[in-house]
């Protein structure tokens, strides 16, 4: 394959690209509960609590193909995989705790937003 045939994976605007990867519904949830420790399959599933196992594993793919997380096989009966943040998904969680401060702080504002508009919409 020539490089004119390989796919460009730098994208013109980095803000959109970064957001639309880790802003979807899962990511950083993932991400926080891999703050803490690194956790196996089925304990970060539970930590999650309501996420699907499918949504679970396309996320974690994501999150491993951006470089937030590495995923280790261990080669062992049964076969374990550990999930843990690589430098990249660490150096993520101080931006990403501003956001979720920033949500928590503004949560209300936005919900009396939300009512007001359905009660005089534009």
């Known amino acids: 394959m020539s490089t004119s045939e390989l796919p460009s994976f730098d994208q013109p605007c980095p803000?959109?690209?970064v957001l639309d990867r880790i802003g979807d519904q899962w990511s950083l949830l993932i991400l926080e509960a891999l703050a803490q420790r690194t956790l196996r399959f089925?304990?970060?599933n539970r930590e999650i609590g309501d996420i699907s196992r499918q949504m679970l594993s396309r996320t974690l793919k994501r999150l491993e193909y951006d470089g937030f997380v590495s995923r280790t096989l261990y080669a062992e009966v049964p076969p374990r995989v550990e999930y843990a943040l690589t430098d990249l998904g660490?150096?993520?969680l101080e931006p990403m705790q501003r956001l979720v401060e920033w949500a928590d702080h503004h949560h209300a504002a936005i919900c009396e937003a939300r009512r007001a508009a359905m009660i005089h919409p534009v």
């Open 15 to 17: 803000i959109r690209d």
């Open 42 to 44: 089925n304990e970060l």
């Open 90 to 92: 660490r150096s993520f």
